[in-house]
């Protein structure tokens, strides 16, 4: 009943640019504004790291790696969540998964999207 579909992946070049969305459907569209949004990613042979997060009031947070460089955003009114990656490095290669999180009743709802491939090289 809950659906997230990312798209916008692909091959760029180290130092390039891409921006990524994700968009959300299902049970989720009423109470889309109340999830805290997240972007993940994993690359071959590492565990999934959270890249950004941008919460029900807006408010974004960012792990080293990618501090700078990505920019995470959300359009509330068309159920979507935005990448956008800057000065991309090779370490930057993974899998890009969306995430939807929020709590009801003590428990989190948590879903995930399909992942979106993202290769940077020379």
């Known amino acids: 009943q809950v659906q997230l579909v990312e798209s916008g992946g692909g091959l760029v070049q180290p130092g390039g640019s891409l921006g990524l969305s994700c968009a959300a459907s299902?049970?989720?569209?009423?109470?889309?504004?109340?999830?805290?949004m997240g972007w993940y990613r994993q690359a071959p042979g590492k565990q999934r790291e959270l890249v950004a997060l941008?919460?029900?009031?807006?408010?974004?947070n960012y792990p080293d790696s990618v501090k700078g460089r990505f920019t995470i955003s959300r359009d509330n009114a068309k159920n979507t969540v935005y990448l956008q990656m800057n000065s991309l490095k090779l370490e930057d290669t993974a899998v890009y998964y969306c995430?939807?999180?929020?709590?009801?009743?003590?428990?989190?709802?948590?879903?995930w999207g399909q992942g979106t491939q993202v290769t940077v090289s020379s």
């Open positions: 995430n939807a999180r929020r709590l009801r009743f003590g428990v989190a709802l948590d879903y």
């Open positions: 299902g049970s989720i569209f009423s109470t889309y504004r109340m999830y805290n």
């Open positions: 941008i919460t029900s009031d807006g408010d974004t």
